[in-house]
């Protein structure tokens, strides 16, 4: 690649680190993205229309209602394309609601470089704010009860840091950031280790001094895990009547966690059973983008 790349500001590397992100993580991402949409490093469009030494004003906008996240990640992609002839000033933090027609941020840079920022910046900021959206939207679903929405491992390849921090700006919490922050035994592993409490006696064996959460089918299996000193216990399809139930041989004893089948409509019935946490897959890889877009002007005086 041929095109320039500068690193983050002292300003953005504040706003990501204040946000619980790892700058070197989102600028090594960031460069990703910009190096894989710059290619070679001519925008062919921009080249044949904009002058070289034109500045211009270049102003992201929300389109829809939704809560935004992600926006030091677009600011990162501002400072790796625009260096320090740059200024940016934000409108909106992230976990705030916004309106349709509601400016996010507003950015002064020569117009070669706006206009090559602003595709990644939009990816960025329109998919962690379409997650921040949806998570907001199932943590209302099941307001009044005592139950908590939480994510999955089931994340786009490399920008698992990013999603897991729309799902906490939305109102949700994190399930386990990789395969060592907790064990979570699945049918498989039970299968290799021949039941619920052979399985959970070997992970505890190995690892004493982390939480085991064990994926059950049905409360039989819900029982063999209780006695086993289970932590969490994961109820998989369960019908409402047997969540009942798991909740109450449960209480005092594990947390539970509830999954599969899982809607936005079934949701408050579910989190009054008495569960803990919604496991919700869907908040992280199937999640609307929420509508963002970004507006030129050519003058340095908005």
């Known amino acids: 690649m041929n095109y320039p790349t500068y690193r983050l500001s002292a300003y953005t590397t504040g706003l990501l680190a204040d946000a619980g992100m790892s ?18 490093g001519v925008d062919v469009t921009t080249m044949a229309t904009v002058p070289v030494d034109q500045r211009g004003v270049l102003v992201l906008a929300a389109r ?17 394309v625009c260096g320090e002839d740059r200024e940016i000033d934000i409108h909106v933090v992230d976990g705030e609601q916004i309106s349709a027609g509601q400016t996010i941020m507003r950015v002064r840079a020569r117009t070669h470089d706006l206009l ?14 379409g997650i921040a959206t949806s998570t907001a939207q199932w943590v209302a679903a099941i307001t009044g009860t ?13 920008m698992r840091e990013l999603e897991k921090y729309a799902v906490r700006v939305g109102g949700g919490v994190n399930h386990r950031m990789n395969l060592a922050d907790a064990a979570l035994v699945k049918d498989n592993h039970v299968l290799a280790a021949g039941g619920v409490a052979e399985a959970f006696a070997a992970v505890r064996a190995v690892s004493p001094d982390i939480d085991v959460e064990v994926e059950v089918d049905d409360l039989d299996q819900l029982d063999e895990a209780l006695d086993a000193g289970a932590d969490l216990i994961l109820v998989d399809n369960f019908p409402l009547e047997d969540m009942v139930e798991a909740a109450r ?15 936005l409509e079934r949701a408050p019935a579910v989190a009054a059973t008495g569960v803990d946490y919604l496991a919700v897959g869907a908040l992280t890889h199937s999640a609307p983008v929420l509508d963002i877009g970004a507006d030129l002007s050519v003058s340095d005086r908005d």
Not at 146 to 158: L, N, Q
């Open 23 to 40: 700058p070197l993580d989102v600028e090594s991402l960031v460069l990703r993205a910009v190096t894989e949409d710059i290619g070679d």
């Open 64 to 80: 829809a209602e939704g809560v935004v996240a992600g926006v030091p990640v677009a600011a990162a992609v501002f400072d790796v």
């Open 116 to 129: 090559r920022a602003e595709r990644p910046a939009l990816n960025f900021l329109g998919h962690l704010s």
């Open 146 to 158: 005592s139950a908590a929405i939480r994510d999955t491992r089931k994340t786009t390849p490399g």
């Open 249 to 263: 041989r449960s209480k005092g004893r594990a947390r539970l966690e509830a999954s599969g089948g899982l809607d």
